[in-house]
């Protein structure tokens, strides 16, 4: 039997594979760039890793009874909740350079015009999420702990544990930083018609009730901290009625036009 020599082409399966390999390879590469680029960070911050916990501590530190401080009740404690806040502080950092990564990841699958769209909602939401941090650390936390300073029993000295301390105020930065998205969600589902202005515009008193109960479950049980995440919240929630009411504004003449076409 002879054999001609030529090869096969390649079976639709083949084909299929090739593609794939190449996203998880880039893929893989992505990730190992935003890893290396928090570790990078990390490292570079880790010898200032107790300054940063001190200008963390400092709302509390600051309205602490004279004759009072924080106290570490574990052993490892006053190495690992600088550590730990340190990791936090590179992540946090480092998220412009690592959602980049994702965006260069998923840009090419994209139309032009997700493209102009996508990216100015990824920076915004990266400002956002910032700006809810600051809020936290600013506005709520020198209210927050002179309420709980002051609130407690004379003979009651405020010790503070230091890895308590962290977990309390890390949980407040992620929730202020989340709740500070609201108006790029509420945008999105007014651009995607999943919602109309005016539906969400008639649900207010169900969005006001919501918000207190969001924050009543994500901060401490007191009415201080609650309020101080709720009506952020809410004034957010109507910053996104506004920006979904002009963008519908300035697509209607154009829809217009299409339709008399």
């Known amino acids: 039997m002879s054999q001609t020599g030529d090869t096969p082409p390649p079976s639709s399966s083949e084909e299929g594979h090739a593609p794939l390999i190449e996203h998880l390879v880039e893929l893989r590469s992505r990730l190992m760039r935003a890893v290396i680029a928090i570790l990078v960070?990390?490292?570079?911050?880790?010898?200032?890793?107790?300054?940063?916990?001190?200008?963390?501590?400092d709302p509390l530190m600051a309205l602490l009874p004279e004759g009072s401080s924080m106290i570490a009740t574990e052993v490892a404690s006053p190495f690992l909740a600088p550590f730990k806040l340190t990791?936090?502080?590179?992540?946090?950092?480092?998220?412009?350079?690592?959602?980049?990564?994702a965006w260069a990841f998923v840009a090419p699958g994209l139309y032009?015009?997700?493209?102009?769209?996508?990216?100015?909602?990824?920076?915004?939401?990266?400002?956002?999420?910032?700006?809810?941090?600051?809020?936290?650390?600013?506005?709520?936390?020198?209210?927050?702990?002179?309420?709980?300073?002051?609130?407690?029993?004379?003979?009651?000295?405020?010790?503070?544990?230091?890895?308590?301390?962290?977990?309390?105020?890390?949980?407040?930065?992620?929730?202020?930083?989340?709740?500070?998205?609201?108006?790029?969600?509420?945008?999105?589902?007014?651009?995607?018609?999943?919602?109309?202005?005016?539906?969400?515009?008639?649900?207010?008193?169900?969005?006001?009730?919501?918000?207190?109960?969001?924050?009543?479950?994500?901060?401490?049980?007191?009415?201080?901290s609650q309020s101080l995440l709720a009506v952020p919240m809410y004034l957010l929630y109507e910053v996104g009625l506004l920006a979904g009411r002009l963008v519908k504004k300035r697509r209607q003449p154009d829809d217009g036009e299409e339709t008399e076409e």
Not at 41 to 57: C, G, M
Not at 87 to 101: N, S, Y
């Open 87 to 101: 990791l936090v502080v590179a992540v946090f950092i480092a998220m412009p350079f690592v959602l980049h990564q």
């Open 112 to 224: 032009e015009n997700e493209k102009n769209l996508a990216l100015p909602l990824l920076a915004s939401s990266v400002v956002l999420f910032y700006l809810g941090a600051a809020f936290a650390y600013y506005v709520v936390f020198p209210l927050l702990f002179a309420f709980f300073t002051q609130a407690g029993p004379e003979n009651v000295t405020v010790m503070t544990d230091i890895n308590q301390y962290l977990n309390f105020v890390l949980k407040l930065f992620f929730a202020f930083g989340i709740a500070f998205e609201i108006p790029i969600a509420t945008f999105l589902l007014i651009l995607s018609g999943a919602a109309s202005v005016a539906s969400l515009s008639a649900k207010r008193p169900y969005i006001l009730l919501g918000c207190f109960v969001i924050g009543m479950l994500m901060t401490p049980p007191d009415v201080v």
């Open 41 to 57: 960070i990390f490292l570079a911050l880790y010898a200032f890793s107790n300054d940063i916990y001190q200008f963390v501590a």
